[in-house]
């Protein structure tokens, strides 16, 4: 019977070294899988920084564009009310008369003639 108990003895001791050797396996298995996850995460992380870098100069370069534009479009809209308000003094003041070179196209004796050939 001792050398039977011994020999099972044996075999729990094996069994447990192989679950032990297993297990240590798993773990460095797990490590490695851990660590390629964590540096995956890490790149993805710079690349996002990347990305909201990118994103904060557009939009900083779009605010400014779009300001550019509001300036452009006040001065321009200010420009063609300027313009409107000359031409309506123009038409309404009735002691301007028109310019001579206006004045001597709009003369009907200074108008050639169409012949009726």
């Given at each position: 019977m001792t050398n039977r108990t011994n020999k099972q003895a044996t075999d729990v001791?094996?069994?447990?070294?192989n679950d032990a050797d297993k297990s240590g396996e798993s773990l460095?298995?797990?490590?490695?899988?851990g660590e390629s996850a964590i540096t995956d995460i890490?790149?993805?992380?710079?690349?996002l920084r990347v990305a909201r870098e990118?994103?904060?100069a557009e939009a900083e370069r779009v605010m400014h564009a779009n300001a550019r534009?509001?300036?452009l479009a006040k001065t321009a809209s200010a420009s063609a009310r300027r313009i409107s308000e000359s031409m309506g003094k123009w038409r309404d003041d009735s002691s301007l008369s028109a310019p001579p070179s206006l004045a001597a196209l709009q003369a009907p004796e200074t108008q050639p003639e169409m012949?009726?050939?």
């Open positions: 001791k094996s069994a447990l070294d460095n298995e797990a490590l490695i899988a890490e790149n993805m992380m710079s690349e990118y994103l904060q534009y509001t300036h012949s009726d050939e």
